[in-house]
């Protein structure tokens, strides 16, 4: 007992122990991170936009229908890669740092997306034109294995403890802007060119605008540091090594690329499910709306292509505009209360959404995809402050790839395909919303085993403040309450000493 209580004594934080960010810092890894995650997401809104193009320029001897699903199944294909980009990029940003990382994958990104502006018709090659474009939905696929991971990971490890759910939130907001610019781009191009011209050749002037915003974004992540998180573990394990504590072989296969892969799966296993849960939550509602929303209006429920993307542009211009306010929001509340409350509403309210979007007109289907966005954002605003707080630093960047991206490459990303073959299927075109409330079930689960974590240090880490003032009232505040719980276990191990009152 007297050991117990010895052992749970809290320890006063020192102020080498406390990082004071730089507000300058701050904002270019966000932006740059941010700038990434606009140049990703730029492409899947030039790709569901396209989707019904797509099929006819390159899947041309098939129905509508089943072009629809070729095409989505090529979007599919791109997310069964991406596992095996998070074992390779995770892992080796744990290693070598988090910015070297982040550079490659913007290179790889970039390179693919801009490709795919050049590649040949199935009329003129034929069979090899649907290969090259899996080719480089493939590369794409393998890239953003660790992107998403990398850049929320960098983030967290930058903003201050209580504003990293606001910071966080602007990775997302350079998600939706940028689907919000490549599926806008496709709208106006469609309303210019027309369905005629979009299929002859204007369906690839989207993608080579991916080649300057790939210059730019590389630009801003070579001129990044690392963070100072990862800093301060390459720090310690650089002195753990002088001291000789790295010759130790069982050290050496902990800190191998195996031996880290087995830490994941065996002490942080409960982290990864809860990681998966959420990520499944987010990422099929995610893709439910800006990838197969668009073609389902068109396609299944016959709205005209250019009605069906403007309200989905309006579903995310309106994400764009709430999603720094939720995550601000989830640094006062909690996440586990934003998570939560999206998860309840998003089983209440799938189905009344899609029973509106089904009514047809304009301003029915604009109320549904209004509250399909309004679920939406209580996930992407608080997604990247909650997720790389379930791993500690060593292990952050590799566990949050590999748990995000098996949840994504199982779950989300064969969303699109998933629906449109169940609608094609069973002829029932309320699959979607089930398909939501059955993920807003899964999400309420994991949500439960969540622990709350705003306003407070990531695992492995050291308390983040933003002024030199903040971290002297913090230790200040540390040491008062070090001193009255050392007083408390005194008073107990003397009861205890002294042995029950006769």
């Known amino acids: 007992m007297v050991r117990t209580l010895i052992r749970r004594r809290k320890k006063s934080f020192r102020e080498d122990d406390v990082t004071v960010t730089d507000p300058p810092k701050v904002r270019r890894a966000v932006t740059a991170a941010a700038l990434g995650n606009t140049m990703e997401w730029f492409d899947f809104g030039v790709y569901a936009y396209l989707a019904g193009t797509l099929g006819k320029v390159f899947f041309p001897s098939s129905s509508p229908g089943a072009q ?13 890669v991406r596992p095996l980009g998070g074992l390779v990029f995770g892992p080796l940003g744990d290693r070598v740092g988090r910015q070297k990382v982040l550079a490659l994958t913007m290179i790889m990104m970039a390179a693919s997306t801009f490709a795919v502006g050049f590649l040949p018709t199935y009329a003129a090659v034929g069979f090899a034109a649907p290969l090259l474009l899996l080719v480089c939905r493939l590369v794409q696929g393998f890239s953003t294995g660790g992107e998403y991971a990398g850049a929320t990971t960098y983030i967290a490890e930058y903003a201050p ?20 610019l490549g599926s806008g781009l496709v709208t106006v191009l469609t309303a210019v060119l027309g369905t005629d011209g979009m299929t002859d050749w204007g369906w690839r002037i989207p993608f080579f605008v991916a080649g300057p915003m790939g210059i730019i974004g590389l630009y801003m992540r070579l001129k990044l540091e690392e963070t100072p998180a990862f800093q301060k573990e390459e720090a310690y394990q650089a002195t753990e090594s002088r001291s000789g504590s790295g010759d130790d072989p069982v050290e ?20 990864v499910l809860v990681c998966m849960g959420l990520v499944l939550l987010y990422n099929v509602t995610n893709y439910m709306v800006t990838s197969y929303l668009p073609t389902y209006m068109s396609s299944t429920l016959g709205e005209p292509e250019t009605t069906s993307q403007l309200l989905v542009l309006g579903t995310m211009l309106l994400v764009v505009l709430l999603i720094t306010t939720v995550g601000r929001t989830s640094d006062r509340w909690g996440r586990r209360p934003v998570f939560m409350a999206g998860s309840v509403a998003l089983i209440a309210l799938s189905a009344p959404a899609f029973l509106l979007i089904r009514q047809g007109g304009i301003l029915l289907p604009a109320l549904g995809c209004a509250v399909l966005g309004l679920l939406l954002v209580c996930f ?31 779950f989300g990303g064969t969303t699109p395909l998933l629906a449109s073959g169940l609608v094609e299927a069973t002829g029932n075109e309320m699959v979607p919303a089930y398909y939501l409330m059955v993920a807003g079930v899964i999400g309420l689960v994991a949500t439960f085993f969540l622990h709350e974590t705003a306003g407070r240090p990531l695992r492995g880490s050291g308390p983040m403040v933003e002024t030199p003032e903040q971290a002297r009232e913090l230790v200040a505040r540390s040491r008062t309450a070090a001193g009255r719980q050392a007083r408390d276990v005194w008073l107990r191990v003397r009861d205890l000493w002294r042995g029950p009152p006769h």
């Open 161 to 180: 403890d209580k504003r990293r759910g606001f910071l966080g939130s602007w990775l997302d907001f350079g998600t939706f802007v940028g689907y919000s």
């Open 380 to 410: 992407a605003g608080t997604a990247a402050s909650t997720l790389p707080a379930l791993f500690p630093t060593r292990l952050r960047y590799g566990a949050l790839s590999i748990a995000f991206n098996i949840s994504v490459s199982l």
């Open 252 to 271: 050496e296969a902990r800190q191998s690329g195996k031996g880290r892969l087995k830490e994941i799966f065996t002490k942080h296993w409960e982290a």
């Open 68 to 80: 629809v699903v070729s095409t989505f199944a090529t979007f599919a294909a791109a997310f069964l």
